[in-house]
């Protein structure tokens, strides 16, 4: 442990499980008092040494009314929030004849319309502290597209686009909107579901394995610490080397 | 200090003019410079100073004096 988010507050969105959980477990390990956000599947919250360093916040990130409430309790008891880590997200992957168009508008919603909503909220917070750090994640095909994947890379694609927009917008006030694009990643519900599906496609990534979601973890820690302070509007691959 | 008060000093110091402008006619349509950015700066000074945070519609809202008043009535803000 480096204490590289000593005294920092940090929202994690998506923290249930996989890339979220791992971020929410390593910012809290590097000093930060952590709001661990989802809808559910926030039980590993209370165990262990977790107890009073991460706040499990279960709540639905399209509720509007719920996550305002939420942000504005932080901002009370705390005074300032340093550290906005949108992790939540949804995924489908299917053929463009195949998509379901109401799983499409969900998508959008949770992974495009909930994120720039929490990203305004925390921004306004931001702005009078002048400064804080967002990190929102988006995705490999989100830049490069993918066959099978058309919904899910358009609103990967729409994150990529909001990233860039609001570090134009928040740079003057020194807050650093930046995203990360992660290939295919190891999670549980990866490795139990889709494993075999994308077996072929594992043999592109140069580094011959999936990345862990602790791997993606650690990217979002550089994001979020001042070792990243000069650093906005950026677009990160992690993919083991799968796009060079 | 007053709600009211307080609120007249917020105007007058975002939009730069007397306490004695502000009436029912002080809005977007009638002040020279209520743009986009200065109507962000009144939402920002209002929740500072009243500890609220406006939800986006309210500050779309924010238009008027006398609408300033109203929403600020939504937050249990009595003027």
Redesign the interface.
């Given at each position: 442990m480096n204490n590289m988010l000593n005294g920092k507050i940090a929202i994690v969105t998506g923290a249930g499980a996989g890339i979220g959980r791992a971020t929410a477990q390593l910012f809290s390990n590097e000093g930060a008092v952590v709001y661990a956000i989802d809808i559910k599947g926030l039980d590993w919250v209370n165990s262990g040494s977790n107890v009073g360093r991460i706040i499990p916040v279960e709540l639905d990130i399209c509720d509007f009314t719920a996550v305002k409430d939420s942000i504005v309790s932080i901002k009370k008891e705390h005074g300032h929030i340093d550290v906005l880590a949108n992790i939540a997200g949804l995924i489908s992957y299917e053929l463009m004849p195949m998509i379901d168009y109401n799983q499409f508008r969900k998508m959008i919603d949770v992974n495009v319309v909930s994120l720039v909503h929490l990203m305004s909220l925390v921004a306004r917070i931001m702005q009078r502290q002048q400064g804080g750090s967002i990190i929102n994640m988006a995705s490999m095909v989100g830049a490069k597209g993918a066959k099978g994947q058309l919904s899910y890379s358009a609103t990967k694609g729409a994150v990529i686009a909001a990233t860039k927009s609001a570090a134009k917008e928040l740079a003057e006030y020194h807050i650093r909107v930046n995203a990360i694009a992660p290939g295919m990643v190891g999670s549980e519900r990866f490795k139990a579901v889709l494993a075999e599906k994308f077996a072929q496609k594992m043999n592109d990534i140069p580094f011959g394995r999936l990345a862990d979601p602790e791997d993606v973890a650690n990217l979002c820690l550089f994001l979020a610490s001042d070792k990243s302070s000069y650093m906005t509007g950026q677009i990160i691959g992690i993919d083991g080397g799968a796009i060079i | 200090m007053t709600n009211l008060e307080k609120l007249n000093n917020i105007f007058s110091e975002v939009f730069s003019v007397e306490q004695s402008v502000l009436n029912a006619d002080f809005c977007k349509d009638n002040v020279e410079g209520w743009d986009s950015v200065r109507q962000l700066s009144l939402t920002?000074a209002l929740?500072?100073e009243f500890?609220i945070?406006l939800?986006?519609e309210d500050i779309l809202e924010v238009t008027s004096y006398e609408k300033t008043k109203v929403i600020l009535k939504k937050y249990d803000i009595e003027i």
């Open positions: - | 920002t929740e500072d500890d945070m939800d986006a």
